[in-house]
Antibody, heavy 123, light 107 residues
Framework: QVHLVESGGGVVQPGTSLRLSCETS????????MHWVRQAPGKGLEWVAC????????FYVDSVKGRFSISRDNSKNIHYLQMNSLRAEDTAVYYC????????????????WGQGSLVTVSS | EIVLTQSPATLSVSPGERATLFCRAS??????LAWYQHKPGQPPRLLIY???TRATGIPARFSGSGAGTDFTLTISNLEPEDFAVYYC?????????FGPGTKVDVK
C-alpha cells in the first residue's frame, strides 16, 4: 500500500527557512517523479515543484524559483522541499504527491498524496 | 502559461441527480487533462486523467470528456460522499496548473 507522510511544517517568521520532508513507502520510489503541491487558506491547489525520478531534473513554479529547492534520496525513499526566504504568501498546507506514471517525462498527474503539512509564515 | 477556468464556482445538486462540471483552458491542452476530488481535511484524490481515463478504484459514475480547450466532468447519480470540491489540472507544459475548483454541495 502506498503511503506518503510529510513532516517539517510549522510557524516561522518571514525571511526564515524551513525544510519539509516526505517519507514514502509501498512503491519503487526511484521509478517515480515526485511533486509538492500547496493550498493556501481558502484558496485552490497550486503545484510548486517537481523532481525527476533520478533527481537530475527539477522544476518550480515561478513564485518560488530561487527560494525553494527540491531534492530526493532514493536510498531512503524520501524527498524534500527546502524553503528559504519565506514570505507570508507561502503560508499553506503543503502536500507531497507521487506521479502517476513510472519514468515520466511529460506526464504529470498525481495519484497518491500525503495528508499535508501546514506551513505558516507570520511575524 | 496555460490558465484553467472552471464553471460554475458552486453547483447545488440533490443526491441521486447528475452533476456536470466544466473546465476551460486558455489554449489547447490536447487531451492532457485530469480531475481531482478534494474534501476538507483530506488530500486530493485523482479521479480522471487524460480527459476520460478513470484512475484506479474510481466508480463508473465519474466520467470525463472533451478535447482541446473544453472539458467536462460528469458525476451520475450523486452519492452522499461525492459532495466536495473538484479541480481540473493540465499537464501540457510547465507549470502543470490547476483550475480554481468547483464546489459541489447539497441542494
Amino acid at each position: 500500500q502506498v503511503h506518503l507522510v510529510e513532516s517539517g511544517g510549522g510557524v516561522v517568521q518571514p525571511g526564515t527557512s524551513l525544510r519539509l520532508s516526505c517519507e514514502t513507502s509501498g512503491f519503487i520510489f526511484s521509478h517515480y517523479n515526485m511533486h509538492w503541491v500547496r493550498q493556501a487558506p481558502g484558496k485552490g491547489l497550486e503545484w510548486v515543484a517537481c523532481i525527476s525520478y533520478d533527481g537530475r531534473d527539477k522544476f518550480y513554479v515561478d513564485s518560488v524559483k530561487g527560494r525553494f529547492s527540491i531534492s530526493r534520496d532514493n536510498s531512503k525513499n524520501i524527498h524534500y522541499l527546502q524553503m528559504n526566504s519565506l514570505r507570508a504568501e507561502d503560508t499553506a498546507v503543503y502536500y507531497c504527491a507521487k506521479d502517476l506514471f513510472q519514468y515520466a517525462s511529460g506526464e504529470r498527474y498525481f495519484d497518491y498524496w500525503g495528508q499535508g503539512s501546514l506551513v505558516t509564515v507570520s511575524s | 502559461e496555460i490558465v484553467l477556468t472552471q464553471s460554475p464556482a458552486t453547483l447545488s445538486v440533490s443526491p441521486g441527480e447528475r452533476a456536470t462540471l466544466f473546465c476551460r483552458a486558455s489554449q489547447s491542452v490536447s487531451r492532457y487533462l485530469a480531475w481531482y476530488q478534494h474534501k476538507p481535511g483530506q488530500p486530493p484524490r485523482l479521479l480522471i486523467y487524460d480527459t476520460s481515463t478513470r484512475a484506479t478504484g474510481i466508480p463508473a459514475r465519474f466520467s470525463g470528456s472533451g478535447a482541446g480547450t473544453d472539458f467536462t466532468l460528469t458525476i451520475s447519480n450523486l452519492e452522499p460522499e461525492d459532495f466536495a470540491v473538484y479541480y481540473c489540472q493540465h499537464r501540457t507544459n510547465w507549470p502543470p496548473a490547476f483550475g480554481p475548483g468547483t464546489k459541489v454541495d447539497v441542494k
